[in-house]
T-cell receptor, first 111, second 115 residues
Framework: RKEVEQDPGPFNVPEGATVAFNCTYSNSASQSFFWYRQDCRKEPKLLMSVYSSGNEDGRFTAQLNRASQYISLLIRDSKLSDSATYLCVVNLRGGGNKLTFGTGTQLKVEL | EAGVAQSPRYKIIEKRQSVAFWCNPISGHATLYWYQQILGQGPKLLIQFQNNGVVDDSQLPKDRFSAERLKGVDSTLKIQPAKLEDSAVYLC?????????????FGPGTRLLVL
């Protein structure tokens, strides 16, 4: 079983749609959780951290369910510029800052 | 603030040849990481440095890969000899101290093709 699992997509959605990505992780000792965004042929960049209480940044909402070992990302009112690959990332407790990445979910927002 | 610098940006070599990549992290960042990203996959950590010491190299194929950060600033990653399956993007990242919640800042990567 992969340490971090994501649906690779692609998710093709019209502009203005709401889209949700899910991610599961296998190690219950995971401590920190993130969503990174990676544009085509570019480097990954931090989109947002994910907290147990849930957190929101504009059109983006991230949720964490530790009991189910499940992380989600919701994008509302999607824009063309949201087209990218979204990487689910976890960090083990006591593991320094060693990040484990999922394979990513590709999003294509269309007119 | 200047970002993470990497060179070269692209490299094409034949199998069994050697290749080296260079990374200069964000100024003042103590922690430096090398990742390998194969097409269609997420980045995989190869090695993590804290200043000039190795913190984690558990996923580095040590029979052919080596890395150093002698002065605790810039770093080189070498592959010798290269195999076809080493074709990937090699990403360097840095963070201030290596703490669990720290953001890692990635460089643009070196795209390697082994023929």
């Amino acid at each position: 079983r992969k340490e971090v699992e994501q649906d690779p997509g692609p998710f093709n959605v019209p502009e203005g749609a709401t889209v949700a990505f899910n991610c599961t992780y296998s190690n219950s000792a995971s401590q920190s959780f993130f969503w990174y965004r990676q544009d085509c042929r570019k480097e990954p960049k931090l989109l947002m951290s994910v907290y147990s209480s849930g957190n929101e940044d504009g059109r983006f909402t991230a949720q964490l369910n530790r009991a189910s070992q499940y992380i989600s990302l919701l994008i509302r009112d999607s824009k063309l510029s949201d087209s990218a690959t979204y990487l689910c990332v976890v960090n083990l407790r006591g593991g320094g800052n060693k990040l484990t990445f999922g394979t990513g979910t590709q999003l294509k927002v269309e007119l | 603030e200047a970002g993470v610098a990497q060179s070269p940006r692209y490299k094409i070599i034949e199998k069994r040849q050697s290749v080296a990549f260079w990374c200069n992290p964000i100024s003042g960042h103590a922690t430096l990481y090398w990742y390998q990203q194969i097409l269609g996959q997420g980045p995989k950590l190869l090695i993590q440095f804290q200043n000039n010491g190795v913190v984690d190299d558990s996923q580095l194929p040590k029979d052919r890969f080596s890395a150093e950060r002698l002065k605790g600033v810039d770093s080189t990653l070498k592959i010798q000899p290269a195999k076809l399956e080493d074709s990937a993007v090699y990403l360097c990242a840095s963070s201030p101290f290596g703490g669990n919640q720290e953001t890692q800042y990635f460089g643009p990567g070196t795209r390697l093709l082994v023929l």
